[in-house]
């Protein structure tokens, strides 16, 4: 019979967007040296807020946990894990430890864009609340869109100028043009402009 409970350790707590499916997917791994059964308790919070929120109304015990962002304002979150062992040890006994996520961005916001067409180019603003623009691409026509040029050479703010001479064929008749801005987090922002006549 051992003397004293050991109290259980989280040893890594991961979260990781699912693009495809638009859920955070949280993992962790938790240890106790004295083979208790562990049981989880998962919350989170906004970055700079006090109260820490329940994801889940009992012990957990599972080691990964799918968090949707849909009631969840855009901005920077934290998971907090706290294991415990009290599944295999008295109440008086029972111990806990707890491990808080790297800081991760939800952004369900589309970039704003505004474009407009002078003397065959194309420029305008694409912006985003939290999310880097990294990306605007023009379709003419229906046709594969083609890059931008990015005002200060990369895009990698929250509010990039973007610049691009339309193909000569587009200076007569009338023509739509579809310009699409993304986000680090994959969001895309969409304008459609007409031009000519």
Known sequence: RRLFNRAPQVMRVLVKRDKVKRV??????????????LGYVLTYRKRGTKQWLM????FFTKTSMSLSPRDMPDGWYEVRIEASDARSNSPGEALRHARI??????????????????????????????????????????????LANSGDGVFDGLQEAFELKLPRDLHTGRHTLLIQATDEAGNTGVQRLTVGK
Do not use: C, I, M
């Open 24 to 37: 955070y997917r949280v993992s962790w791994q938790g240890r106790d040296q004295d083979k208790d059964r």
């Open 55 to 58: 994801l889940h109304d009992r």
């Open 101 to 146: 996520s790297k800081p991760f961005l939800v952004d369900q916001g589309r970039p704003e864009v505004a474009g407009e067409v002078r003397d065959g180019v194309l420029s305008g603003v694409a912006a985003d609340r939290v999310s880097n623009v990294v990306r605007v691409e023009v379709s003419f026509d229906g046709e594969p869109p083609v």
